[in-house]
């Protein structure tokens, strides 16, 4: 069982910044890929970004040199830092993982963060 605790969403002015924490703990061998996905309302969850073991990103065009996101192996977390944050950003923000663990290969969700962009 893998657990994923998502930090960092709230209210921000357009323009604003704020970063995205998502800390993975259990049994865990390691993570291959992991992302942020954003579901805002009446709309379909979207992958906003990724990345790759070894560090390889990639980003939907909408936020591209805007967001940036990271990974911390020996800490088993990821980070989404979003600047220049616009109204049409407003989502909750989920994080996702894809594990080797003690099960075997698993994919998890974290619990999902808001993040409020409006002046």
């Known amino acids: 069982q893998v657990q994923l605790v998502e930090s960092g969403g709230g209210l921000v002015q357009p323009g604003g910044s704020l970063r995205l924490s998502c800390a993975a703990s259990g049994s865990i061998f390691s993570i291959n890929a992991m992302g942020w996905y954003r579901q805002a309302p009446g709309k379909q969850r979207e992958l906003v970004a990724s990345?790759?073991?070894?560090?390889?990103?990639s980003y939907i065009d909408s936020v591209k040199g805007r967001f940036t996101i990271s990974r911390d192996n020996a800490k088993n977390t990821q980070y989404l830092q979003m600047n220049s944050l616009r109204p049409e950003d407003t989502a909750v923000y989920y994080c996702n993982g894809d594990f080797r663990t003690t099960a075997g290969r698993r994919n998890y969700w974290g619990q999902g963060t808001q993040v409020t962009v409006s002046s």
């Open positions: 990345i790759t073991s070894d560090g390889r990103t």
